[in-house]
């Protein structure tokens, strides 16, 4: 079992910059795809960007060239670095966790949240 909990959300006007921060509770969590999702209210849950467990990264087109993920295992923490932020940003964004392995069962874990406000 992986918890993970996030922090950093907030209300901030547009054009601003917000750093999500998201801490796993396993030991390590170097074997886990990780990565950011978001939700907006009557949406679906949609990817951000996700950092696999040998460093390549994924990010959405909306996103690309104004999010940065990043991660750091010794401290089992995610990053997503957001800048000039538009009030379309503004969704529940959700850390993930998620480990495949080669007898196909899955791992998958979400955390509880973070609530990201862009003004206009």
């Known amino acids: 079992q992986v918890q993970l909990v996030e922090s950093g959300g907030g209300l901030v006007q547009a054009g601003g910059s917000l750093r999500l921060s998201c801490a796993a509770s396993?030991?390590?969590?170097?074997?886990?795809?990780m990565g950011w999702y978001r939700q907006a209210p009557g949406l679906q849950r949609e990817l951000v960007a996700n950092i696999t467990s040998n460093g390549s990264t994924n990010s959405a087109d909306s996103v690309k060239g104004r999010f940065t993920l990043s991660r750091d295992n010794a401290k089992n923490t995610i990053y997503l670095e957001m800048n000039s932020l538009k009030p379309e940003d503004t969704a529940v964004y959700y850390c993930n966790a998620r480990r495949l392995l080669s007898d196909r069962t899955l791992f998958n874990y979400w955390g509880q949240g973070t609530q990201v406000t862009v003004s206009s």
């Open positions: 396993r030991n390590s969590i170097n074997a886990y795809t």
